[in-house]
């Protein structure tokens, strides 16, 4: 069984970033797209960081398992990272099926679209993360993925943004390493049908509410702790 995620927060350049962190009670079998812990295998643990976004390093994945020292998570597990503050996380159930969402939507693309000259810093991300109760083949862990994205870009269409995601999005989805084998994770399979119903209600809720990247979020109440000194130094 995967925990529900605990929020605590890392000391970076003095200031202070949000995680979550998603513990297992015993090792799942996990597929997922984040820059470490990547590919299908069992997994502990599933961290999600808030980065500013003018992040730029060359080393994530050397950055999360840096991270996961820090926290003390033991064995091998799923880092991932947003400009998203991680506190906004969303979670909806369906049949068992726990997603949860961060949903960073400013600037959606579609995924066959020409490469633009430029990328804009608000790229956002979306992450998603899923615990299905039941064991998964490895087939059914990659279709998964394929369900839990076509579940994302149904719940961007809906919001009416012209894209199918963002250029960083990551899923991650686990299960348990023993019992009966489930073939299928599509969208009309036993699990995929509540895996899809939860991803697409955890991202529209998600991306239905305005959400500020975590670095502007800082900027903000600097400027407005300045604004309050300055006015009080002006009596």
Not at 48 to 75: C, F, K, Q
Not at 87 to 104: H, I, P, Q
Request: charged share 15%.
């Amino acid at each position: 069984m995967l925990s529900e995620p605990i929020l605590t927060s890392r000391a970076e350049e003095g200031r202070h970033l949000p995680l979550l962190v998603w513990r297992a009670g015993a090792p799942l079998r996990a597929v997922s797209s984040g820059p470490l812990g990547g590919g299908i295998g069992v997994r502990r643990w599933v961290l999600n960081a808030t980065v500013p976004m003018s992040y730029d390093r060359e080393d994530p994945a050397a950055h999360l398992a840096s991270l996961a020292a820090e926290l003390a998570l033991d064995g091998p597990g799923v880092g991932l990272l947003t400009g998203v503050d991680v506190t906004e996380v969303v979670a909806r159930t369906d049949t068992g099926v726990r997603a949860w969402a961060t949903v960073g939507l400013g600037t959606p693309v579609p995924a066959a679209a020409p490469t633009p000259a430029a990328l804009t810093q608000r790229v956002g991300t979306v992450n998603i993360v899923v615990y299905v109760p039941a064991r998964l083949a490895d087939s059914a862990l990659v279709n998964a993925v394929a369900t839990a994205t076509e579940a994302k870009t149904q719940a961007i269409t809906e919001l009416g943004l012209p894209g199918t995601g963002t250029p960083t999005d990551a899923v991650t989805v686990l299960c348990p390493v023993a019992g009966p084998e489930a073939a299928y994770g599509g969208p009309r399979s036993t699990w995929g049908a509540p895996l899809a119903r939860a991803v697409h209600a955890a991202v529209l809720a998600g991306g239905a509410r305005p959400v500020v990247p975590w670095s502007e979020q800082v900027r903000s109440a600097k400027s407005t702790r300045s604004a309050v000194v300055g006015a009080f130094n002006d009596r």
